[in-house]
């Protein structure tokens, strides 16, 4: 997609003011019993709708670019996309750092391999890291080859990538978890469909998930005496694994896209 970026960053006339190579503000660090405190409510002046709506328009043409080639501003646009509607002045920062780190990236590319075609899922979450106590779930789908214990992933290109907020107020990060390995299981039903229709038998779906007590929930091999709290229709996880649609592993965190 040469040249895409600097069509959109003539579109809405925005000039680099630095180099940005992150594109979202991170989270201020936490130590002790503050790292479980969910983080402050946006408390600067509100725009006007004028204001709102270019903010709609530059995410709605950044998020096409995003979702073929640019999966890292995910993240940053499905936060905005979750605040436009009541945007705000740091809503706008947020924007900005965005078309700032489009322009000092403006090419991103995907390398694609050809593989055995079976789907591999990486899930994971982000616990009490958005707004309102909301938690932030994540998935990485590539077309791949079946994982092997104690051996290095062979990854591939993405086809597919979720980034976004949970609906529920997740009570620990096994909740959380576990609410990740659920969405990223209803996204990965539809693609191994469409897969066997393709001609691609899918053997169980490999998903990576770096929480054992998710994995172990959904493996059935934990005592779930202290799940009873969480989300109910979490647990629909487990049936599939029982029914060997999919094979939840524990990975630790770092083999974790």
Not at 50 to 77: E, F, H, N, P, W
Not at 135 to 164: C, E, M
Not at 186 to 199: T, V, W, Y
Request: hydrophobic share 40%; aromatic share 8%.
């Amino acid at each position: 997609m040469s040249g895409y970026i600097k069509k959109l960053l003539q579109r809405f006339q925005h000039e680099l003011r630095k180099a940005q190579h992150s594109p979202y503000k991170c989270a201020p660090k936490a130590y002790g019993k503050d790292a479980q405190l969910p983080l402050p409510l946006d408390e600067s002046p509100k725009i006007d709708k004028k204001r709102v709506t270019r903010i709609q328009q530059i995410i709605g043409a950044i998020l096409y670019y995003a979702r073929c080639v640019d999966i890292t501003l995910l993240m940053s646009l499905s936060t905005i996309a979750h605040e436009q509607t009541k945007a705000t002045e740091n809503t706008e920062l947020s924007v900005t750092q965005i078309l700032d780190y489009c322009a000092t990236h403006p090419n991103a590319k995907i390398r694609f391999r050809a593989s055995a075609m079976i789907l591999n899922i990486h899930s994971d979450a982000s616990y009490l890291n958005a707004p309102n106590a909301r938690s932030r779930i994540g998935g990485h789908y590539f077309l791949g080859w079946l994982p092997i214990d104690n051996q290095p992933i062979k990854l591939n290109g993405a086809i597919h990538v979720i980034s976004t907020i949970l609906k529920f107020v997740a009570a620990s990060a096994a909740e959380a978890e576990l609410g990740a390995l659920f969405v990223n299981a209803k996204e990965g039903c539809i693609i191994r469909l469409i897969l066997h229709e393709l001609g691609h038998p899918q053997p169980p779906t490999p998903i990576h998930c770096d929480n054992s007590t998710a994995a172990g929930i959904a493996n059935n091999t934990v005592k779930r005496q202290r799940s009873r709290s969480m989300e109910m229709r979490y647990f629909w996880v487990a049936d599939q694994v029982e029914r060997k649609q999919f094979d939840v592993k524990w990975h630790p965190g770092q083999e974790n896209l």
